[in-house]
């Protein structure tokens, strides 16, 4: 399938997307917020790949939303204003739960999603990057949450998600000071998990990063990812209890066998891939 705003590729149990409007600075316009949502469900819930590797093209990473998605809508002739004050407000929030559900699918997914950020990472790729798993970075990315310096407060995901990620002094700096955070500060606060030299050694990096973890059970790095997000939002005796249940309803020796075999032997092990899920309610 082909995509306005993304290429994608597939080898090794790695699904590599790429943001390919370079020369748009990879604004997100209207078919973005559909395609990035429908790829990803492709991939993950038809069991395409174990691990996504979510990059860009050009100078920057991301400009965020594209200006022309604020663009105010035109009352009918025969609406009050009061009335169109309220559709519009209505369409409004409509739009934003459309885009934050964009993002949240990433989150959602049941395999990891990396993020390989270079230049700009700027309003709504804060939003994006924070949904990844990890993310990495060349020597020149830097991070800015834009919406302030353009009158708005972000609300497609930036603040519930950043704020689990850094301490929330600095969350509050970068938010109420719109200012640029560098590659290197992010990696010192650990937003991020590794700064590269340039964009070539960040893609070779990362896809390496993404082959490693394709080659485990997926099962297993399913449960992980699915045990630590409910780690973070849940109590410590919660998240015990959950790992206690899902591991017996879902703890494969087959599996374990053959990790164990494969790694004495010294090759690749040889896993079953998650199921196809043909209808995902929720």
């Not at 999603?113 to 924070?130: K, R, S, Y």
């Not at 500060?185 to 394709?214: C, P, Q, S, W, Y």
């Amino acid at each position: 399938m082909s995509y306005q705003c993304f290429d994608v590729s597939i080898e090794d149990g790695v699904a590599h997307v790429t943001m390919n409007r370079p020369q748009k600075r990879n604004s997100m316009i209207a078919e973005f917020w559909d395609e990035l949502p429908a790829l990803v469900a492709d991939i993950d819930l038809n069991a395409r790949a174990r691990v996504i590797v979510l990059s860009s093209t050009g100078p920057h990473f991301t400009a965020g939303i594209d200006l022309g998605m604020f663009g105010t809508s035109v009352a009918a002739k025969d609406e009050s204003a009061e009335h169109a004050a309220r559709v519009h407000g209505a369409r409004f929030y409509a739009n934003v739960k459309n885009m934050q559900r964009a993002f949240s699918v990433l989150e959602d997914a049941r395999i990891p999603v990396l993020a390989a950020i270079q230049g700009g990472c700027i309003g709504g790729g804060m939003d994006l990057v924070t949904a990844c798993d990890m993310r990495y970075v060349s020597a020149d990315a830097f991070f800015s949450v834009e919406e302030t310096n353009i009158g708005m407060t972000a609300d497609v995901g930036t603040f519930p998600r950043l704020a689990k990620l850094i301490p929330e002094g600095l969350v509050k700096e970068l938010c109420y000071t719109g200012a640029r955070m560098p590659a290197s500060e992010a990696h010192r606060i650990g937003l991020v998990n590794r700064v590269f030299d340039d964009h070539d050694a960040l893609i070779k990096g990362v896809m390496d990063i993404a082959r490693t973890i394709a080659q485990k059970a997926p099962l297993a790095v399913s449960g992980c990812k699915k045990m630590i997000n409910y780690a973070r939002d849940h109590s410590t005796a919660d998240a015990l209890d959950y790992v206690s249940i899902w591991n017996a309803s879902m703890l494969q020796h087959g599996e374990i066998e053959e990790a164990i075999t494969a790694r004495a032997e010294k090759r690749i092990g040889e896993f079953v891939e998650l199921p196809v899920v043909k209808d995902r309610v929720g």
